[in-house]
């Protein structure tokens, strides 16, 4: 399988687009970097789905399932089967036909922005993920790290309406060098 695979599966993107603004402004926006209970939650991502009985359901999903000081992790993918109330119908409706289209179930989903002039180290995850991307700019990549003389192939996922399969099971990192924000609707496959 290539690191990205652009699938057959479009949805409108100013449906998509207003949904994204409606879910904002009910709940208040983007987060600040924050530790509750004991846990660190990004701003930069709020959730879609969540857990039975999660606390702060917005946040149930962000972050990483693998808490490395215990090095234990915290759940899996499949147990993310309920939707945030505010998430807007046309969101839910283009989830459900996308999972029967490519024949499979999303656990985690999350609204992700990534910041002007930054991005995320290398590192592997534990499934595959789809993206659907809301803004970006030339300078926004994927990285693919390699062996050898390249040791890294980078990629520009468009604004295109279109999801895309990435294999993020391999390692990779990504960087915004732009200057506007970066946010995609970020699907992470409930295989474990």
């Known amino acids: ?70 090095q234990v992790f915290t759940g899996k993918e499949s147990e993310f089967t309920e939707y945030v ?25 999350r609204y992700m922005r990534l910041k002007s002039k930054t991005g995320l180290s290398v590192h592997h995850d534990m499934e595959y993920r789809y993206h659907f991307v809301f803004d970006t700019n030339p300078y926004a990549f994927f990285g693919e790290a390699t062996e050898g003389e390249v040791t890294a192939k980078c990629y520009h996922i468009p604004n295109d309406s279109t999801f895309y399969k990435v294999d993020v099971t391999r390692p990779h990192f990504v960087y915004n060098g732009g200057w506007e924000d970066r946010i995609h609707l970020v699907l992470n496959v409930a295989s474990w």
């Open 1 to 70: 399988m290539k690191f990205i695979t652009k699938t057959s599966f479009t949805a409108d993107y100013d449906k998509m687009r207003q949904d994204l603004i409606d879910y904002l402004n009910s709940v208040g926006g983007w987060n600040e970097n924050q530790t509750i209970d004991g846990k660190y939650y990004s701003g930069n991502q709020l959730g879609i789905k969540h857990r039975v009985g999660a606390k702060y359901p917005i946040l149930d999903s962000t972050g990483s399932l693998y808490d490395k000081t215990n």
């Open 85 to 109: 109330d505010v998430v807007p119908e046309y969101t839910k409706q283009i989830i459900t036909q996308l999972e029967t289209h490519e024949d499979l179930k999303f656990g985690r989903i």
